[in-house]
């Protein structure tokens, strides 16, 4: 049934992304509440709740993804608090931004940094740098 | 030392990619040979053997982030290789890329399917689809 | 109810993309069955079902931001058919694809144009092409 | 003649994009006028005077166009106001971002929200969303 | 006069892409003939007849720009021709595309490497691959 | 040896980026310090000092595809002046921008010529705007 659906969806982003997403979907009351409530049922009710991935995994993916596209800076921001939220350390955080230079580049890599810093420090979050292995 | 970089890398790539990177390595012999040492000692010597992540996260990460660009079909298909040979499961590459439709779309999830369709037949892999949860 | 949400969305992609559809949906179903079931449920049972724009706009829409996304021939494929299966004539759809020119350039728009006549090649469509203006 | 392409281009694009259109032209004027001068004799010269579609249909495709290709907001508003100039209802503007979600995903049609609320906002402009079909 | 900007742009088209460019006009023929003559006339006749850089630097922006967007391949492919064409010798061809390694990844540059060997085979040219510098 | 790519790695960045270069690894200090070094050791280390393009053609490259990325406002901020510390005239600058036109449309453009007008004012540089040729 769609209410459950939407209910269901409702707690997982309370679950993930706690103040951050509840502000997305109170910012499109006004000018489109179905945008809301398609985040809500379909992002969250549909996918976030399915199985064969932690809410840690499903966390990672969005933020690489969100990084790789570029220009999503206050989605990162969210799903930066949101991969927090559900206990990835900032150290892991930071380690997948390296892992996507290859891939996408420094200038991307350094703009979800930039995002990752900011929301770090909203937390008074340190982040121990992993160290590169000595050759 | 450059030598030790090359060579920790080299062995760091015949292990996550196996053949399909030793073919990337030597289609570059003849027009750009420093781009295939660059692969090897920046991608697989410095970044794939960092510590902080599991090999099979990294790989999780590469082929997410080369889903979302959109037109690197044959390094999705390298690594998605990859990712089986790190020894992940089809059915959480399948379940990755459904992760990515609410922040990317259909069609670039689509053409990831696609190539991962192509990977699994080539290895003979059948793919036990999760269900979605009741609601 | 998921049921009909379903049902709806699977009369309205075979109302809009016809074989083409199907054809994307089917070849889902090993592999991927429920991105199959979102596309229905979602893209066509949420979206596509809205009051609000015609479904001659929607394929409009549809088109232009595929080709825009880049790299997404396969999907602006089956749509372009479903733009003509909705009632869209191949001019207009030419000419919407030369209105992206100033804001996409013109590489992104020549691949949608060989896309384009691809499709009306299939159908024995011929275009008679709009006339620029007189200066 | 080129002065005649220039004058039908400026008289265009003055009818659209009114105000804002025409600060883009003069921002232009120490640093590139060139720019300016293509833009006026071949975007709204050449594109936007052509045939085939109305300016209504032109706007819609420019503002799905600049949603999907992401980090366009300057060139977003401007067109959504282009679009709300030549008629476009702001329900409209909403109900095509929507129709985005599923092929570009949440985060870039968000981006182009957050603008049109800034236009519709700045024009004293309420939506009366569209409501989702009943099931 | 509208004429001698087609004429002169259509001399620039040759002395640059020479076949390759007539046989994408040609293409465009039947579907969209305004598109071709808006390739000749404003990114031939107007931008690649500028002052300010020569035709190599010109053909060295615009393989990088194309090799940077992605998807573009079949383009890159008649602007590496180009850039042949106007002298820049294949050499320098392979070091423009590892430069946007940094900035755009490795598997936009081996897509553009792949385009470019493709091209120097049919062109019977052989690459004299640079050193990198020792340390 | 490694410290040998560090430093001469370092040597380059001051030379061509200055102090630009250096507030963008400083502020890696604390989150990130691996991936300034990344930037140092491979992308001015390893890439810039490649021989076979001078530094002025490196800096264009760049620049071009940071703008046609898009959403890389800071990198190509600084790389707009790393460009004119290597001697490349703003004339040129803006130049290149306008070349890009055609292949990424006018937004992407707009959005480099925002940036380069930025800088210039910072440095007190006014242009000499190209004439378009007469016909």
Chains 1, 2, 3, 4, 5, 6 share one sequence.
């Not at 049934?1 to 103040?19: Q, V």
């Not at 399915?50 to 966390?59: A, D, T």
């Not at 997948?96 to 991307?108: D, E, I, K, M």
């Not at 940094?113 to 900011?118: D, N, Y």
């Amino acid at each position: 049934m769609e209410t459950k659906r939407y209910e269901s969806g409702a707690a997982r982003l309370a679950e993930i992304d706690g103040e951050g997403g509840k502000r997305v979907i109170d910012s499109l009351r006004e000018i489109a509440p179905d945008l809301g409530k398609y985040i809500i049922e379909f992002a969250f009710g549909d996918i976030y709740r399915r199985e064969g991935l932690s809410l840690w995994e499903r966390e990672l993916i969005t933020i690489v993804s969100l990084l790789t596209a570029g220009g999503c800076e206050p989605q990162l921001e969210v799903h930066i608090n949101g991969a927090l939220n559900v206990g990835m350390p900032p150290e892991k955080i930071v380690e997948a931004f390296l892992q996507c230079v290859p891939y996408t580049g420094f200038p991307r890599v350094l703009n979800g940094i930039v995002t990752a810093k900011k929301v770090f420090d909203s937390r008074n979050l340190s982040v121990k740098p992993q160290k590169s292995p000595e050759i």
